[in-house]
């Protein structure tokens, strides 16, 4: 099994920045991949960032140049470094790890953007 903790959201004005975390626990192999996504009321869970355990990263349209995903595989550790932050982000965020052939998630962490 996998847990999967993340923490860091919160309420933030528009421009604002923030920085998920996602800490892993559990029996995780070396070789995973982790990503965020998202889900805002009333929309589908959407990808965000994802990250391969060798640091290959893949993001959203609407997160490129403003969101930076990284990992920390010392600590089985995730973020979501999140800038220029727009009231269209506003969402719960999800952290997703991919190991022994399953699907873990996270409970999620609310990230509210006021305009």
């Known amino acids: 099994q996998v847990q999967l903790v993340e923490s860091g959201g919160g309420l933030v004005q528009a421009g604002g920045s923030l920085r998920l975390s996602c800490a892993a626990s559990?029996?995780?192999?070396?070789?995973?991949?982790m990503g965020w996504y998202r889900q805002a009321p009333g929309k589908q869970r959407e990808l965000v960032a994802r990250?391969?355990?060798?640091?290959?990263?893949n993001y959203a349209d609407f997160v490129k140049g403003r969101f930076t995903i990284s990992r920390d595989n010392a600590k089985n550790t995730m973020y979501l470094q999140m800038n220029s932050l727009q009231s269209e982000d506003t969402a719960v965020y999800y952290c997703?790890?991919?190991?022994?052939?399953?699907?873990?998630w996270g409970q999620g962490t609310q990230v509210t953007v006021s305009s």
């Open positions: 559990g029996s995780i192999l070396s070789m995973n991949g």
């Open positions: 997703k790890m991919t190991t022994w052939g399953r699907d873990y």
């Open positions: 990250i391969t355990s060798v640091g290959i990263t």
